[in-house]
C-alpha cells in the first residue's frame, strides 16, 4: 500500500477517489518503481484497478507534463519511447519494451498499457467533473 508518508499521498489519493466515482474501481495503490523518473518530480503511483495496472507520475502543483514530447516508435515487436522537453528525465531520455499509452492530465503523467483503460480514463478526465 501507498504510504500516507509518501509525498504523492494526498494525490495518489483523491485520483483514486475520482476514479472510482468514474466507475472505475481502484482495488490498490501502491508505490510505483518510477518515483524520480523525471527532475523535480513529487513522487509516483501504482495503481491496480477494474482496467489494469498503471503507473501515475506527479509533478509539484502548478507544475505540468504540458511541454513533455513522447516520440513512439516501434523496433520489432518492442517500443521505444523517447522524451523531450520538461520535465527532463533524470538519467535516460528512453523507456524502452511493450507498447504504453501515455495520458497528461494537470501535473500527472499515466502511464497505461491497456488502449481501452486509456480510452476509458481519459474520457472520465475529460468529463469537466472532478
Do not use: W
Request: glycine share 6%; proline share 3%; hydrophobic share 40%.
Amino acid at each position: 500500500m501507498l504510504r500516507a508518508e509518501s509525498r504523492v499521498y494526498s494525490d495518489a489519493k483523491s485520483l483514486e477517489q475520482f476514479l472510482n466515482q468514474h466507475g472505475i474501481k481502484v482495488h490498490c495503490v501502491l508505490e510505483s518503481k518510477m518515483q524520480t523518473f523525471f527532475q523535480g518530480q513529487e513522487g509516483a503511483a501504482f495503481y491496480r484497478t477494474s482496467l489494469g495496472d498503471f503507473d501515475v507520475l506527479f509533478l509539484p502543483t502548478p507544475q505540468s507534463f504540458a511541454r513533455l514530447r513522447i516520440v513512439e516508435r516501434q523496433v520489432g515487436e518492442h517500443y521505444v519511447y523517447t522524451l523531450q522537453g520538461i520535465p527532463r528525465p533524470r538519467s535516460s531520455n528512453r523507456i524502452e519494451g511493450r507498447r504504453l499509452f501515455f495520458l497528461k492530465h494537470a501535473s500527472a503523467l499515466f502511464l497505461l498499457s491497456d488502449e481501452h483503460a486509456h480510452a476509458e480514463i481519459a474520457a472520465a478526465l475529460n468529463s469537466g467533473t472532478s
